[in-house]
């Protein structure tokens, strides 16, 4: 009586945290698309330049985010599938995949705290370059780049040790920034990034919180089915013809 208490509450709590499971994969997907097709981050990533690292980091962050929730919903659909069934084979499935997302996003939260400096040194490298390309020459294209980026990010120019940087941010920069004196494009860059990183940190330790949890019912439900069929099974006998 109490293993079967005891399954019927995991299965309870397993539906629940299946459910919390596939919407925080939902949510990892839509940002990862937000991210991945924003305006703010698509600037930098097009921008065609031989030593663009953002680019790298950009593309790996959106595959890695898509295949990421997709396991998170798979393994959701399985602990969901093997709760209704009591299926040994769905649940340690459902373990495999918890399993499989938890080796995810652990070194992606550590990524996230120890190289976070890298997407923000990288999005300004790409300003950097472009900007001074503008201020050595007067190429058009790369003066429509540099305009969309204060634009976007509403900045007007950097300080530039050249001091020459007046006629290229009277060229490239809102009239609004110009008169208000626009903030430096550098420091603007890493306060969105810093802003939009410590955003996906939220979403990112729920889920780890919510993966282990999940591993945790799965294999005590594991266990549960494979007692209770035991059980099920113990003091009956087959008699057969001789």
């Known amino acids: 009586m109490g293993l079967r208490c005891g399954m019927r509450t995991t299965k309870c709590q397993l539906l629940v945290t299946s459910l919390c499971i596939m919407l925080l994969g939902l949510s990892i997907a839509t940002l990862s698309t937000v991210t991945h097709y924003g305006l703010h981050f698509t600037l930098f990533s097009n921008i065609s330049l031989e030593n663009n690292a953002y680019r790298v980091i950009h593309h790996t962050a959106f595959y890695f985010g898509i295949c990421l929730s997709m396991t998170l919903i798979l393994a959701a659909l399985l602990s969901s599938a093997a709760t209704v069934r009591e299926s040994q084979c769905l649940t340690a499935m459902g373990f495999f995949c918890f399993a499989l997302a938890f080796m995810g996003l652990v070194p992606a939260a550590c990524w996230r705290y120890t190289h976070s400096t890298e997407v923000e040194e990288s999005m300004m490298d ?68 810093k802003k939009h990183m410590d955003f996906i940190s939220i979403p990112l330790g729920i889920t780890i919180g919510f993966t282990v949890y999940g591993m945790i019912l799965t294999s005590f439900l594991w266990f549960s089915i494979h007692f209770s069929s035991n059980l099920d099974r113990k003091g009956k006998y087959i008699l057969r013809e001789r």
Do not use: M, W
């Open 126 to 193: 790409v300003y950097d370059l472009v900007y001074e390309e503008v201020r050595r020459n007067a190429s058009t294209f790369r003066r429509h780049e540099l305009t969309a980026i204060h634009e976007t990010f509403l900045c007007c120019g950097k300080q530039s040790p050249f001091g020459d940087t007046a006629n290229i941010e009277h060229k490239t920069c809102p009239s609004s920034q110009l008169r208000d004196a626009g903030q430096d494009c550098l420091q603007e860059i890493r306060g969105f990034l």
